[in-house]
């Protein structure tokens, strides 16, 4: 069974950071990898996402602040989330797949709360 366990949300305080953690088992981690967020009375947005060889993709309000690396050795995908901003508050999503909506993904983490306090 396929599973993505997410990690290191919480509080913080703007202009602070964080790092989220994402813990995969079974054949998930051979494949693309992507970051989500969902803030309140909001749609899921892309935020990053990594190749299988760590080609790297942002989305424009997170590029210069956030970094998403993959450990190929410990299935797990990270995202180092800097500068922080109260805009910046959602769940954030691991998931499986390709390109930048989550309609390609297809494999899903059950997600880990971020609040920015300003």
């Known amino acids: 069974q396929v599973q993505l366990v997410e990690s290191g949300g919480g509080l913080v305080q703007a202009g602070g950071s964080l790092r989220l953690s994402c813990a995969a088992s079974?054949?998930?981690?051979?494949?693309?990898m992507g970051w989500f967020r969902q803030a309140p009375g909001k749609e899921r947005e892309f935020v990053a996402r990594?190749?299988?060889?760590?080609?790297?993709y942002y989305a424009d309000s997170v590029k210069g602040r956030f970094t998403i690396s993959r450990d190929n050795a410990k299935n797990t995908l990270y995202l180092q989330m800097n500068s922080l901003k109260p805009e910046d508050t959602a769940v954030y999503y691991c998931?499986?797949?390709?390109?930048?909506?989550?309609?390609?993904?297809?494999?899903w983490g059950q997600g880990t709360q971020i609040t920015v306090s300003s």
């Open positions: 998931a499986a797949g390709r390109g930048w909506s989550d309609s390609r993904y297809d494999d």
């Open positions: 079974g054949r998930t981690f051979s494949r693309p």
């Open positions: 990594i190749s299988r060889s760590g080609s790297t």
